[in-house]
Structure formats: C-alpha cells, structure tokens
C-alpha cells in the first residue's frame, strides 16, 4: 500500500465522492471527514434518534416554533395576495417536522406540491409514503441529490416557491460556504420567492455540549458510524473502539466541534484507496461544525446571499430562530 507521502497516482475509487472525501480529509492537515458522510442509512437512523433525545433541543424547539406559528407563517409567506405556494425542502430527512408546515399549507390553499431533496433515498421514500397518507392535499417529489454540491432547478410551476432550509443545516457548513449555498438558493428563485431558515443560537456553553453528548451515547454512535461507513465502502479497517467521540464548544468561531480522538497511535489500511492513515494517541478527525448564531449574523448572512427577512419567529427561551426572508 501507499504511504501518505508517497502516492503518485490515484486509485479509481479516489474519484468517487465517497473515495474523494476520505482521500482528500484523511491526507489533510488537520485530518476532516465532511458531515455527509454521517448520512448512510445507519447514519440517518440515528440522526432520527438524536432528534429524540432530552438533550438535543434544536428539533424539539423547532417543532414547537412551527406548532404555533405555522398558520400564521404560510399567511406572511404567501403574501396579502394569498399566493399559493410551492414548498421546496433542503435536506428533507423523513420530513417530520415540515408536515405542521404542510398541514398549514393545505389549509391555506387546498393542495401543496412538495419536493424533498435529501442525499439519502429510504428516509425520502419514508417521508412521501407518510405523508401522502397522513395528509390528502400533498403532492411530494422525492429528489435524491447532494444540494450542498449545488442546487438543480426547481419547478417552474408559476406559483411562488418557499424554500425550506430548516433544523439549523446551515450551521454545518462554513460561513464562506454557508453563503455560497444560499446564494445558489437565491439563483433558483425569482424575486418574492422566500425562504424559510431555522438556526441555532448562541447560548450557555454546557447546554450547547450536552446536545452533542449526550448520556446514552447515541451521538458517539452517530459519530463513529463514519467509521464504519469507510470499512464497508472502501475496505478500510477502522476498530470504532479505538477512537473517543469528543464535542467541544468554539468561542472564537461560535460552532460546536465533533472530533472522532485516537486513542493509540495506530495506523489504519483503506484498501480501495490503497492507503495506510497514520494516527497519533490523542489525534482526532475533525468530523462535523455546528455553528450557532446572533440576530445580526443571521441578517448578515441573508442580506449578502440577496435575501432580506421578512419576519422571524423564536420560542419562550429564544434559543432557536426560524426566519422567513425573501429574494430581492
């Protein structure tokens, strides 16, 4: 096998997404793995049980954002005209939570087309069973696509679009790419197109730990699945054993740090790449940010993708914002 420093030319599976990803993180300085990779099938799953642990609030906290204000959203984002509108969700999952927002929708204006978008198949294909049965009046459009890569177009049915960009996603990504994203967003829209943003804001830094730490381990599970993910998809012999889930809490970037920790020196062989990955005790693979936000870095943001916010929407403890903008 190649050594890091001694690769001339690259395998074919290098020139997959998966294989490029782990080539390029692994061989990097300090050594990052993308947070896509956390989202196989396993790794969706237990995301979903992330969502229901106590303390993982951002989605229960979402949740209740859209519960009592989701009439009145769908009111503001259609407009004093009462435009219908066509939802468009980033990064769907199983959709749990947009079914308030749908349900709102329906009641507004009898039917909804809906296109879910999300890298993963199964919970897309879960998501359009549940809700084609649990609420009459929705049409979904699964779309399997990596929208992080850019965005496709969206149908151009005459009707207003709302883009749904929820569950703080975009605190995963650097700010330099965060806005790239949206301003991709904005491309595919016209002006009066909205977007709908939900965000994490900054807040005590042991609530914001605990929700990537949790007691039971599940997000140490999450979090390590990268590692079997590699094993099965590129030959690799990782032992998730030997590596610690660590999450840590950024001042000086506002983000929560996912790290996967070494804790021996070891090397470890990724045969489809034909790579051996050296490790040092105490060396981590920085997997995932999660960057949490102020008003004003939220309206910064929006304003330099082409949005404006229209209106925003918190809970009692405004720990978490959802934010209707519009393109301008």
Request: proline share 4%; with cysteine.
């Amino acid at each position: 096998m190649h050594s890091l420093s001694s690769i001339l030319t690259l395998p074919e599976a290098a020139q997959t997404p998966v294989g490029a990803e782990v080539f390029a993180g692994l061989t990097a300085r300090p050594k990052t793995l993308s947070p896509w990779l956390f989202y196989d099938e396993e790794g969706s799953r237990l995301f979903e049980a992330i969502t229901e642990l106590p303390e993982y609030y951002l989605t229960r906290t979402e949740r209740t954002i859209f519960a009592n204000n989701a009439d009145e959203i769908l009111g503001v984002a259609g407009g004093p005209s009462g435009q219908a509108l066509t939802m468009i969700e980033l990064g769907a999952g199983t959709a749990t939570k947009t079914g308030l927002l749908l349900e709102a929708a329906v009641r507004r204006q009898g039917d909804v087309d809906y296109l879910a978008i999300d890298v993963s198949e199964s919970p897309l294909t879960a998501a359009k069973e549940r809700i084609e049965r649990e609420i009459p009046g929705v049409i979904v459009t699964p779309r399997v696509a990596d929208y992080t890569t850019g965005v496709a177009d969206f149908p151009g049915d005459g009707k207003r679009k709302m883009v749904l960009y929820i569950g703080s996603s975009i605190g995963n990504f650097e700010p330099a790419h965060a806005e790239t994203l949206l301003r991709d967003v904005r491309a595919h829209l016209s002006p009066g197109d909205r977007l709908l943003l939900g965000v994490d804001r900054v807040k005590e830094r042991s609530v914001l730990v605990r929700a990537y730490d949790d007691e039971a381990g599940v997000t140490a599970s999450f979090n390590k699945n990268v590692l079997k993910r590699i094993n099965r998809e590129l030959g690799a012999n990782f032992n998730p054993r030997l590596f610690q889930h660590r999450a840590r809490w950024n001042h000086e970037h506002s983000r929560i740090e996912m790290h996967l920790e070494s804790l021996i020196a070891q090397h470890v062989s990724i045969g489809a790449l034909e790579m051996e990955v050296k490790f040092g005790r105490g060396e981590t693979i920085h997997t995932e940010n999660s960057y949490k936000f102020t008003g004003q870095g939220v309206l910064s943001m929006l304003e330099r993708a082409g949005f404006a916010i229209t209106q925003c929407w918190t809970d009692e403890r405004e720990w978490f914002g959802v934010y209707l903008a519009t393109a301008v």
